[in-house]
């Protein structure tokens, strides 16, 4: 068939990849080189009647959306409008990511367990809130961040510096929640609002530095599968991702695409993060490599009603991608860094996040700028194929954490085969 897939960064890439492995036409707007080398790539406005309106010109089979801004803007509504099969869902279920206050409302209202929260509007009256907490306290933006946005406040002076920061935006609201402790997992559901399938569950790392210190990102690298238990699964489906798919039904948006599902397994269970409404970046990267079937024609049966669970297959090994991003990143991350790219070689593979041709060859383009993945039969194979093919990328100063993996004592092994 013939797919649309939208978006230009690491994500997007692996989704292409992934239809193109199945044997597929694939065509991806605004794109990037990598993926220039796998798709069509075509030029086009980005709003979602220009896309919507590509879609139709270009006959597209099906259209697969990656970053949430174009789910927010409505393009599966714009698409399914023109009778054009949609993978994403629809502006008013995107919310769930998009407002991160009515998501919580949302969960409190049907019973989806997460960290205690308050939600305020006010800059003064979120100061005082944080007053009365012992930290660490977690401090979000309610808008839509594109995976940013939280901050993890090791004292009340941070919390309040988060919460300035937030409200120097008019009608920002601020998410105060309790910190949780345990393992952070994300399990994603490709589903068409009633049936779904999950994928292996990964575990991103979020902070720039190695130990989990410094800044937050929008992730800088990921192990799949995370060795969660069958038990803690069932309750995954049973409290989590049903009462969701249901809540958001009873509540007139089905919910069509993927949820991701940020969890946190706590002492008590698992618990919400956050709900984010497309395939993770880049838990994609690490994910989606590991699929043996046909995400484009599961994305179609999804969009139809039609997703059939069973269908759904992912190989028995495991994966690890390693970010490579830029000087500077994530505060102010310099562009325009020449890049010499290695063969990847078998089961492996680089996608480009933050990317640019030029006269002079490959440039950066963005804060992060490669997705390094690597499949192996153990989760140590993995890791050492994708750091030693990270290693050969040519890219001066070049930041990227060493220890993924090392919250579950995993290492790269060091004779990657």
């Not at 649309?4 to 997007?12: A, T």
């Not at 279920?93 to 308050?118: N, Q, V």
């Not at 963005?366 to 140590?380: K, M, S």
């Amino acid at each position: 068939m013939r797919v649309l897939v939208i978006g230009g960064g690491g994500r997007e890439h692996a989704i292409v990849h992934a239809c193109v492995r199945a044997g597929h036409e694939v065509l991806c707007t605004p794109g990037n080189p990598g993926i220039a080398h796998m798709a069509r790539v075509i030029g086009s406005a980005q709003d979602a009647a220009s896309l919507a309106q590509l879609a139709r010109t270009e006959a597209a089979d099906v259209v697969i959306v990656g970053p949430e801004a174009y789910l927010a803007a409505g393009v599966v509504d714009e698409c399914e409008a023109l009778g054009i099969p949609a993978f994403g869902p629809s502006r008013a279920a995107s919310r769930l990511e998009g407002d991160k206050a009515w998501s919580k409302a949302f969960m409190h209202r049907h019973g989806i367990p997460t960290a205690a929260h308050h939600t305020f509007s006010d800059l003064a009256a979120a100061g005082a809130h944080v007053a009365t907490l012992t930290p660490p306290i977690v401090v979000k933006d309610a808008g839509l961040k594109a995976g940013k946005g939280v901050t993890i406040a090791h004292t009340a002076e941070e919390a309040h510096a988060a919460l300035r920061d937030i409200f120097t935006q008019p009608g920002a609201q601020a998410v105060i929640e309790d910190f949780m402790t345990g393992q952070e997992v994300t399990v994603l559901a490709l589903t068409d609002g009633s049936a779904y399938a999950l994928t292996p569950p990964s575990q991103d790392h979020k902070t720039i530095h190695e130990g989990d210190t410094g800044p937050m990102t929008g992730g800088m690298g990921v192990i799949c599968p995370f060795p969660i238990s069958d038990e803690q699964l069932e309750v995954v489906r049973r409290d989590i991702i049903e009462p969701t798919l249901a809540g958001m039904r009873e509540d007139g948006h089905l919910f069509r695409g993927v949820l991701y599902a940020g969890l946190m397994l706590t002492p008590n269970g698992p618990k919400v993060v956050e709900f984010n409404a497309r395939f993770g970046d880049p838990e994609a990267e690490a994910v989606l490599p590991l699929l043996e079937s046909d995400l484009a024609q599961h994305a179609l049966d999804a969009a139809r009603g039609q997703l059939r669970p069973e269908d759904v297959r992912f190989r028995d090994a495991a994966s690890a991608t390693i970010i490579l991003a830029a000087p500077g990143y994530p505060g102010d991350p310099q562009k325009g860094i020449p890049l010499t790219l290695p063969e990847p070689g078998p089961d492996a593979v680089i996608y480009h996040a933050g990317t640019t041709d030029s006269a002079a060859g490959l440039l950066s383009s963005g804060g992060r700028v490669l997705a390094v993945t690597a499949v192996a039969d153990t989760l140590n194979g993995a890791l050492g194929r994708a750091y030693a093919l990270a290693d050969r990328v040519d890219f001066p100063g070049a930041q990227l954490r060493r220890d993924i993996g090392a919250r579950i004592g995993a290492a790269p092994d060091p004779t990657p085969v």
